[in-house]
């Protein structure tokens, strides 16, 4: 199965202190950002793709998607699929990672686990947290080689 992918430029981040409002008003004043995301999660619609925003491409990028619910009994697992995009992730280009469902899905803490092979970053293993209902715009790696907020770095 070839990963859905969106072409080189589709998802293009903006800085939050550059960003409109919902309303289309400007946004409350912020911290200018002067960092650039090089690794994101983004939204479109129900899809959630990986945007390789790094000069090189990705060699090779394994998913895992997970999460968890609650019930009467207690807490159940859900997921642990595991997705391989066997191709080259192109700079500025997107994989698809997930699809959520905007109705059943608002009762699980869904996250990803992703284990990125590139020639510029070398091997890593991340992990979003859990988010009700899925995740949206997740920076997973700064271009100053910070994680984004709450990203875990794992070994391996």
């Known amino acids: 199965m070839k990963p859905e992918t969106r072409e080189p430029g589709y998802f293009v981040w903006v800085a939050p202190h550059n960003r409109v409002g919902r309303f289309g ?7 200018p950002e002067l960092r650039t995301p090089w690794l994101w999660l983004a ?25 968890s619910f609650t019930h009467d009994d207690g807490a159940a697992s859900v997921g642990d699929n595991q997705t391989r995009a066997t191709g080259p992730v192109p700079s500025l280009a997107a994989v698809k990672v997930d699809e959520y469902d ?10 990803v686990s992703l284990s990125i092979d590139s020639e510029q970053l070398g091997l890593l293993h991340l992990e979003t947290p859990l988010k009700k209902g899925g995740l949206d715009e997740t920076i997973l790696l700064w271009n100053s080689g910070e994680l984004g907020k709450n990203i875990k770095r794992l070994a391996g």
């Open 102 to 111: 905007d109705f059943y899905d608002l009762d699980y803490l869904l996250g």
């Open 25 to 31: 008003g400007a946004m409350p004043p912020r911290t």
């Open 43 to 67: 939204r479109d619609g129900q899809e959630l793709f990986l945007v390789n925003n790094t000069p090189a491409a990705l060699r090779e990028v394994t998913i895992w998607v997970g999460g």
